[in-house]
């Protein structure tokens, strides 16, 4: 036979065989080549390559073929120097990359690195202002605002008024990054935007003010002139002293920003105290008192006694200075069912501690020895009532050898015990008499004036309710009537429900009322008032 290969002898016949890489053919004679890389990759680690009779391994780009022909070994590019990178170079199994440093990025050629533009996105994270430079980037803050070192990039505002309040005399106002400074009410803030300065309120329309306007740092206030009260803090309105004053045998008149005490015909004001009004003074004549008179006359000085009749008593010379060196006494007695009411109409004298050198002392009976109930000097401005336990009073005056003033005036009166009712004197200052009617009741008031004057009653209240009332009749059951007390002449009678006219009795100076409620669903509720006038002082 034809052998492909090697003929080997085997007895009667022979025997083909192959060469190492080559197989025998089925048909005995032919050798063919055998594919070591079909089995196993003829043990190559990457790429095998068959030859006739043989293969031989073969690596990729970037791996070199180890000693053994069979294994792939990677080739560090970075470090044998086929690298091309600029900065930093990056060897992976078959290859390389190159990469940059943080702050810079790879170039278009993929080799060369060029600065990275942080700001460029998203302004770097940084709250505000993002500064770039090679290799990196820096975040910063506007001005009134600190860098958050925690991540250096958010910024914090900064109180400026946490230090010495920003400079600011009155407020400082902390705002996003800066601060402003303002002023309290009734200031302005000056050119240096730090210092405060008063508002002068007064400068525009007198601040508002009707009379006086006072500037006051940071404020100001309305101020009256004499004589007004200041109304809702801008207005003035007059005060009628005429409320307080009291214008003793005299009237007052209330004038804008003051007033004056006026005297009838048959006085004058004191030289000294425009608010007394002293007898015996007209504009002509050649009688008339002067003070020097009043000083000089021999006054009337007490030592009487006053039984159950109401009446006036007041030191020596009144309303003019009281003499020096003067003892009086005035002895008020009453029935034993009676008792003795004493008003201070008036009261001025010299003022010691103790009283110890001019005084009225007030004794609750018939003698010095007796307890006193008040020891009195000084100026007493409003009305004083003093009322004995029993049916007696003693009032003492007493005045030293220098220092004198007016003096005083008091009103003497009498009431019952077990009724209603009294006996009352009347004189220039108008004085109340009120009474509530009960179930059957009756009072009985006693009225004198000075002698020669004449009584004024001014009606404030009267009403009269009940069944029994008409308008057709009057009966005394159920009225108020007026006598003449030395005549016992019925003057008038009154039982309407409504208060009568002024009255002005001329010609009686002592009166007596009687109020009568004794039905037995009538109601009486009166409120008067008594005073008199006279052609002489009392």
């Given at each position: 036979?034809?052998?492909?290969?090697?003929?080997?002898?085997?007895?009667?016949?022979?025997?083909?065989?192959?060469?190492?890489?080559?197989?025998?053919?089925?048909?005995?004679?032919?050798?063919?080549?055998?594919?070591?890389?079909?089995?196993?990759?003829?043990?190559?680690?990457?790429?095998?390559?068959?030859?006739?009779?043989?293969?031989?391994?073969?690596?990729?780009?970037?791996?070199?073929?180890?000693?053994?022909?069979?294994?792939?070994?990677?080739?560090?590019?970075?470090?044998?120097?086929?690298?091309?990178?600029?900065?930093?170079?990056?060897?992976?199994?078959?290859?390389?990359?190159?990469?940059?440093?943080?702050?810079?990025?790879?170039?278009?050629?993929?080799?060369?690195?060029?600065?990275?533009?942080?700001?460029?996105?998203?302004?770097?994270?940084?709250?505000?202002?993002?500064?770039?430079?090679?290799?990196?980037?820096?975040?910063?803050?506007?001005?009134?605002?600190?860098?958050?070192?925690?991540?250096?990039?958010?910024?914090?505002?900064?109180?400026?008024?946490?230090?010495?309040?920003?400079?600011?005399?009155?407020?400082?106002?902390?705002?996003?990054?800066?601060?402003?400074?303002?002023?309290?009410?009734?200031?302005?803030?000056?050119?240096?935007?730090?210092?405060?300065?008063?508002?002068?309120?007064?400068?525009?329309?007198?601040?508002?003010?009707?009379?006086?306007?006072?500037?006051?740092?940071?404020?100001?206030?309305?101020?009256?002139?004499?004589?007004?009260?200041?109304?809702?803090?801008?207005?003035?309105?007059?005060?009628?002293?005429?409320?307080?004053?009291?214008?003793?045998?005299?009237?007052?008149?209330?004038?804008?920003?003051?007033?004056?005490?006026?005297?009838?015909?048959?006085?004058?004001?004191?030289?000294?105290?425009?608010?007394?009004?002293?007898?015996?003074?007209?504009?002509?004549?050649?009688?008339?008192?002067?003070?020097?008179d009043w000083v000089n006359f021999d006054p009337i000085c007490g030592n009487t006694e006053l039984q159950g009749e109401a009446d006036?008593?007041?030191?020596?010379?009144?309303?003019?200075?009281?003499?020096?060196?003067?003892?009086?006494?005035?002895?008020?007695?009453?029935?034993?069912?009676?008792?003795?009411?004493?008003?201070?109409?008036?009261?001025?004298?010299?003022?010691?501690?103790?009283?110890?050198?001019?005084?009225?002392?007030?004794?609750?009976?018939?003698?010095?020895?007796?307890?006193?109930?008040?020891?009195?000097?000084?100026?007493?401005?409003?009305?004083?009532?003093?009322?004995?336990?029993?049916?007696?009073?003693?009032?003492?005056?007493?005045?030293?050898?220098?220092?004198?003033?007016?003096?005083?005036?008091?009103?003497?009166?009498?009431?019952?015990?077990?009724?209603?009712?009294?006996?009352?004197?009347?004189?220039?200052?108008?004085?109340?008499?009120?009474?509530?009617?009960?179930?059957?009741?009756?009072?009985?008031?006693?009225?004198?004036?000075?002698?020669?004057?004449?009584?004024?009653?001014?009606?404030?209240?009267?009403?009269?309710?009940?069944?029994?009332?008409?308008?057709?009749?009057?009966?005394?059951?159920?009225?108020?009537?007026?006598?003449?007390?030395?005549?016992?002449?019925?003057?008038?009678?009154?039982?309407?429900?409504?208060?009568?006219?002024?009255?002005?009795?001329?010609?009686?100076?002592?009166?007596?009322?009687?109020?009568?409620?004794?039905?037995?669903?009538?109601?009486?509720?009166?409120?008067?008032?008594?005073?008199?006038?006279?052609?002489?002082?009392?």
């Open positions: 036979p034809v052998c492909s290969g090697v003929r080997a002898p085997l007895g009667d016949y022979a025997r083909c065989t192959c060469q190492r890489g080559h197989h025998l053919s089925e048909d005995g004679f032919t050798c063919r080549d055998v594919n070591e890389c079909e089995n196993n990759n003829g043990g190559c680690s990457h790429i095998c390559l068959n030859s006739q009779g043989s293969f031989s391994c073969h690596c990729p780009r970037g791996y070199v073929l180890g000693a053994n022909g069979l294994t792939c070994i990677d080739i560090d590019e970075c470090v044998s120097g086929a690298a091309r990178c600029g900065s930093v170079c990056i060897n992976t199994p078959g290859s390389y990359y190159c990469d940059c440093h943080p702050g810079y990025r790879l170039s278009y050629d993929y080799t060369t690195c060029v600065d990275l533009n942080e700001c460029a996105t998203n302004n770097g994270g940084c709250d505000q202002d993002c500064s770039n430079h090679n290799g990196g980037y820096t975040c910063s803050c506007w001005d009134g605002y600190l860098l958050n070192p925690e991540d250096n990039k958010s910024c914090i505002d900064v109180d400026e008024c946490s230090a010495r309040n920003g400079g600011c005399e009155h407020t400082c106002n902390n705002i996003p990054g800066g601060y402003y400074c303002s002023c309290q009410s009734g200031y302005f803030l000056d050119n240096d935007l730090l210092s405060c300065r008063d508002i002068d309120e007064c400068m525009v329309q007198n601040g508002g003010c009707q009379h006086v306007c006072i500037n006051s740092p940071g404020s100001y206030s309305c101020a009256c002139r004499g004589g007004f009260l200041l109304l809702n803090q801008t207005h003035c309105q007059d005060i009628d002293e005429c409320q307080e004053v009291q214008c003793i045998e005299g009237s007052c008149v209330n004038t804008q920003g003051g007033y004056h005490c006026q005297c009838d015909q048959y006085h004058m004001l004191h030289p000294r105290d425009p608010n007394f009004c002293i007898v015996g003074v007209s504009d002509e004549g050649e009688d008339n008192l002067t003070e020097e006036m008593i007041s030191s020596p010379n009144y309303p003019a200075y009281y003499p020096t060196d003067t003892d009086c006494t005035w002895h008020m007695r009453g029935q034993s069912n009676q008792r003795v009411h004493l008003t201070l109409l008036s009261f001025d004298l010299e003022a010691v501690r103790y009283c110890s050198f001019d005084s009225v002392r007030v004794y609750d009976g018939a003698t010095e020895n007796d307890s006193y109930l008040a020891n009195m000097c000084g100026r007493i401005r409003t009305r004083f009532k003093l009322t004995s336990s029993g049916p007696d009073l003693l009032v003492k005056f007493t005045s030293d050898m220098i220092n004198t003033r007016p003096g005083f005036r008091a009103a003497v009166d009498f009431t019952w015990t077990d009724r209603c009712g009294g006996h009352f004197v009347t004189g220039r200052q108008s004085r109340p008499i009120s009474w509530k009617s009960r179930d059957g009741a009756q009072c009985m008031w006693s009225l004198k004036a000075p002698k020669g004057g004449s009584i004024l009653l001014n009606f404030i209240k009267f009403t009269v309710l009940g069944n029994s009332w008409s308008t057709r009749s009057c009966t005394v059951d159920d009225a108020l009537e007026i006598y003449d007390t030395a005549r016992r002449v019925l003057l008038t009678r009154f039982c309407r429900s409504s208060p009568p006219p002024k009255i002005h009795i001329s010609h009686s100076d002592h009166i007596t009322i009687v109020a009568r409620a004794l039905s037995d669903t009538v109601d009486m509720d009166l409120l008067l008032l008594h005073s008199s006038t006279s052609l002489k002082y009392v």
